[in-house]
């Protein structure tokens, strides 16, 4: 499959034939300041996407190379950049987060996750903690993440953490995100993370 990542490192990505992820935010420093605050965060819309000390957000699907599957939207995602076509390997395992068949599968995982706590989590806090975090995490996917776009990430890194599920090749969601224009508003932008930089075939 072809995929498209807007740039402005084109010719060092092309001469060291690699794509290297942002990696300055921290997810388990993230993992731990939301088993922290879970208590306090009441439904969706108040889902914190960030740990003190980051001077950065997180992203909206964890930690990887954010591509499209057309050059148009890759042109249009920020001003002075190049684009770098990637060759990605077809034997993947993506996970289609616009896909009803894939959230419902995502909010099983995280049910489950959520009943077996008790026994997998001896501590009482800490068990209260991650019981508080999975069901914010539960009512992000049932929102379909309208209000917690970056839910996506931690989930995913959740998931992996407690060993429910290896984070995919490839994630897959559409987000909405802010033009300050006065024709639009809103521009909605399907976005795939590579998680797995080992199934790229070709950099050009």
Known sequence: MELYHSTTHKEKI????????NTRFKYIKYLEHMLLMAYSIEDSKGFIDR????????HFM???IYCFDNILDASSFQSG????????SDDNNLVDLDSAESLLNIFLL???ALNSIESKIRDKEAHNGWKALLEILIACVMDEFKD???????IFYVLNYLDFLQTPDLIARSFE?????????????RYYLISNVDKIEKIC
């Open 14 to 21: 092309i001469s060291e034939n690699k794509l290297k992820a």
């Open 51 to 58: 740990y003190p000390g980051s001077r950065v957000h997180a």
């Open 62 to 64: 964890g930690i990887g």
């Open 81 to 88: 950049g190049d684009i770098v076509q990637i060759t990605y």
């Open 110 to 112: 995280l049910d489950e």
């Open 148 to 154: 917690c776009q970056p839910a996506v990430g931690l």
């Open 177 to 189: 995100i802010k033009r300050y224009s006065e024709e639009d508003n809103t521009v909605l932008h």
